[in-house]
């Protein structure tokens, strides 16, 4: 069975711009779930989708999105790149949301601003 | 107060020996826990879940759980070289809406 599948691995963007990262869940899996991770602030969520729907969002601006598709796959959005937001942004998917369920982790897609 | 709190360590033991690592949450209602393994440049991995108080072992790895002291623990015995990586506590919360939140890792250094 595959795993989490995360595209692009590796991107560079510049200051202001934006970056779209997808996430392919494993093989029916309904939840995605979005982190982030620095050094600093460890493994920070940032959101979760189920059935299409964002069930929770964490503590972050208004320029990090996301949507699921009918497929379950998913895609974040980070808009006006600033340089603090140069991590590693890790798809975790599970079978369904709520207690009991086991979220599992693709490789992340590390994103350098400059 | 963090919602989960690891030491950080690094914390260092010899092989063979065993390493203990200890979590504590701040949501008494939570009722799932893991324990996940970051290699370096890696993501995480998961090692094991726990839901009820009490231990539950998986070969060289065991899991406590003491809900009422808000209390997670992950033993590793015999430990190797191979086990040096950083352990994830995660406990999903249900506060604020339903989500999987994670400790700042324990860094394990297993000398040969």
Known sequence: KAGVTQTPRYLIKTRGQQVTLSCSPISGHRSVSWYQQT???????????FSETQRNKGNFPGRFSGRQFSNSRSEMNVSTLELGDSALYLCASSPGTGFGNTIYFGEGSWLTVV | ??????NSGPLSVPEGAIASLNCTY????????????????????????????GDKEDGRFTAQLNKA???VSLLIRDSQ?????????????????????FGA????????
């Open chain 2, 26 to 53: 701040s949501d008494r209602g939570s009722q799932s826990f893991f324990w996940y393994r970051q290699y370096s440049g890696k993501s995480p991995e998961l090692i094991m879940s726990i839901y009820s108080n």
């Open chain 2, 69 to 71: 002291s808000q209390y």
């Open chain 2, 81 to 101: 070289p191979s086990d040096s990586a950083t352990y994830l506590c995660a406990v999903n919360t249900n506060t604020g809406g339903f989500k999987t939140i």
């Open chain 2, 1 to 6: 107060q963090k919602e989960v709190e690891q």
């Open chain 1, 39 to 49: 050094p600093g602030q460890g493994l920070q969520f940032l959101f979760e989708y």
């Open chain 2, 105 to 112: 890792g324990t860094r394990l250094f297993v000398k040969a």
